[in-house]
């Protein structure tokens, strides 16, 4: 793998990821850019009562929203137009967002674009170039977790309008905070309890209880398994995990990472088979890493993905009631165990 990095035109990192090492990818940005433009107001605030983080960031409210595909800030820049990207060809470009969340104590975030073919997917993409997202997405883990106060790094892709996506091309964000997620927090505490309880790994044993059961495993790998969770939230999702447990991207093992893109590919491929409809499947992709910080949290974690859709039949989206925003109680409409079954159902032959 190449990494070529470059400025834009308001001083943000832009980085390409390529097969070839040969490639050349040092094009200037020649756009009139107020680097005074990329300063953000955020600030991270406490729940008093709960204690989660909460980022306040009011500059985003003039962000670009669903321009069109002749518009696009993430295709390649064009003799006469100028995007987020100064080349006219790319394989993975990573960029810092222009209207980010977080940034300088805050934390950052950047926007990972898969390719520069504006009219595919993911699931469009042949293993080799899933295998350099997975180089990038390594990458950056490694970089942004080493910055002073960064306490947990998270890859992941919004597919689709109904997940809140503002932008059509093929792409996902990096977030690095500079605190652990409410999420990732409730997670530890019960990894904690249960090895304090027990003296093994939560992870472990979740992941050998579903092999053990089997009526929701989706899909084993030679390094990955792939399941519906017992208690899933979302009508189709799928937990996928490497066979030898490690805490985040930069510790995974060179055959999970071979064997990676294959996995990945075919379960992304099966939930745009889920229902009968001629667009996309709408999806959320999300890596869970291990925070930054050296410890015993750390070592107990798991690196693992959590793939989940909306939609939970050809014509009707699961939309988060009020038991579920208002109070995080889910209600699911669909089994899992019926969820599993769709989806070995519609494995590619």
């Not at 017992?230 to 799928?238: D, N, S, T």
Request: charged share 30%; net charge negative; glycine share 6%.
């Amino acid at each position: 793998m190449k990494r070529t990095a470059a400025r834009l035109a308001d001083g943000r990192e832009i980085l390409y990821y390529d097969t070839d090492d040969g490639a050349a990818r040092a094009f200037p940005d020649t756009r009139a850019l107020d680097s005074s433009a990329t300063v953000t107001t955020s600030e991270v605030r406490r729940d008093p009562l709960l204690g989660d983080a909460v980022v306040i960031a009011s500059h985003r409210q003039g962000r670009t929203h669903l321009p069109p595909a002749d518009a696009c800030p993430l295709c390649p820049s064009t003799p006469g137009r100028t995007s987020e990207i100064p080349a006219p060809d790319y394989e993975v470009a990573v960029f810092e967002n222009r209207y980010p969340s977080l940034a300088g104590d805050t934390g950052r975030c950047e926007v990972i674009c898969f390719t520069p073919d504006h009219g595919t997917s993911f699931a469009g993409l042949d293993e080799e170039r899933a295998a350099l997202v997975l180089a990038a997405w390594t990458d950056r883990t490694a970089e942004l977790a080493a910055r002073e106060g960064i306490r947990q790094v998270y890859c992941f892709e919004n597919r689709g309008t109904e997940t809140g996506v503002t932008l059509a091309h093929p792409h996902g964000q990096i977030y690095a905070f500079p605190y652990v997620t409410p999420r990732t927090t409730r997670t530890l505490a019960g990894v904690a309890a249960h090895r304090e309880r027990t003296g093994g790994n939560l992870f472990e044993e979740v992941v050998a209880r579903e092999l053990a059961d089997g009526s929701r495993v989706v899909l084993e790998g030679g390094h990955w398994t792939a399941f519906v969770p017992y208690a899933a939230r979302w009508p189709y999702e799928v937990h996928l995990y490497p066979r030898l447990r490690v805490p985040d991207l930069p510790a995974l093992g060179d055959d999970a990472r071979a064997e990676f893109p294959r996995v990945y590919l075919e379960l992304l491929r099966r939930f745009d088979r889920l229902f009968d409809r001629p667009e996309p499947t709408p999806y959320i992709s999300a890596w869970h890493q291990a925070p930054t910080d050296a410890g015993r949290d750390r070592d107990d974690f798991a690196l693992h993905l959590e793939l989940f859709t909306v939609r939970r039949a050809a014509d009707k989206l699961k939309y988060l009631a009020g038991t579920e925003s208002g109070m995080e109680a889910f209600m699911n409409d669909v089994r899992p165990e019926d969820a599993a079954a769709r989806l070995r159902e519609v494995a590619s032959r």
